[in-house]
């Protein structure tokens, strides 16, 4: 459970995107050849104009912040987690990901449109307050699984109780 953060770091890149996800249909895995020269700038573009650089870097800095501060005696492992992270996860390691994901799943018209509303005032805002959202929408969620982890423990109990024993044969 320690290192359930490490895997919502990536969620920071793609969190001021996310809710345009919901809304437009997504167009399938579309092999990298397919995708024009338009929709890739116009996805380099959206990308360049949601901050996701500088927010995936606060986003990965507050998270290993607060891991460090919730498990103090992984402070002696924060290097060895910081290279990781950045071998694999950072803006450099992600980009060109990041870039083919956005171009498949949008025309280019629609990347073009979501450029445009993240440079409009509600837009910036939006980008703004998505680290400390995606965070605190983070510290939400493992507080509930640590206060109902106990009816999972029963759950699992309960069940290991009913199940045969298996005999090695």
Do not use: C
Not at 85 to 109: H, P
Not at 112 to 141: C, D, H, N, V, W
Request: hydrophobic share 40%; charged share 25%.
């Amino acid at each position: 459970m320690k290192y359930f953060w490490i895997l919502t770091v990536g969620l920071a890149l793609t969190a001021p995107l996310a809710q345009a996800q919901t809304t437009t249909p997504a167009t399938g895995n579309v092999p990298a050849a397919s995708i024009s020269a338009g929709q890739r700038k116009a996805a380099e573009e959206l990308l360049k104009a949601a901050n996701s650089e500088q927010n995936l870097t606060v986003t990965i800095d507050r998270m290993l912040a607060s891991q460090m501060e919730q498990n103090p005696g992984m402070k002696a492992v924060e290097p060895e987690m910081r290279a990781y992270i950045t071998k694999y996860m950072s803006w450099g390691a992600m980009k060109e990901d990041m870039v083919q994901l956005y171009a498949r799943e949008f025309t280019e018209k629609e990347l073009k449109e979501l450029a445009k509303f993240y440079q409009t005032p509600i837009g910036r805002k939006t980008i703004e307050k998505m680290p400390q959202l995606m965070a605190a929408s983070m510290e939400i969620g493992q507080r509930r699984m640590q206060e109902h982890l106990p009816e999972l423990q029963q759950a699992i109990a309960e069940k290991m109780k009913t199940q045969a024993p298996t005999e090695d044969k």
